[in-house]
């Protein structure tokens, strides 16, 4: 649940990524594991990816930086691509799983 207003700007931000080979924001599709702002703006975020070999491992990561540091109000951005726990779909969001069509 966001805690201030800021943060759930950043999310909306979030849900404008999408991973290329799934149709759902990354947010929605449970890449996110940590999200973290602070008073002055600071973001730190942990994400991962649906596998390790996901062709946009080099660049998604870049671009949530990118769209989230667009955010007005954030003044510095740090992702952190991390491994653990692995994703799966246990990770979708109701949002996701609707849109998918697994529910």
């Known amino acids: 649940m966001p805690t201030n207003e800021l943060e759930q700007q950043v999310i909306e931000a979030l849900r404008t990524c ?7 924001n990354i947010y929605d599709l449970g890449l996110i594991y940590e999200l ?3 008073a002055a703006g600071a973001v730190g975020i942990k994400m991962t990816l649906t596998a390790p070999n996901c062709p946009v491992a080099g660049s998604l990561p870049g671009q949530v ?3 989230v540091s667009a955010v007005p109000g954030v003044t510095d951005v740090k992702v952190e691509l991390v491994w653990d726990p692995p994703w799966n779909m ?3 969001s109701q949002a996701a799983l609707l849109q998918l069509g697994m529910v």
């Open 36 to 38: 973290g702002v602070d």
């Open 65 to 67: 930086a990118a769209t």
């Open 90 to 92: 246990s990770k979708l």
């Open 18 to 24: 999408y991973d290329p080979e799934i149709p759902v």
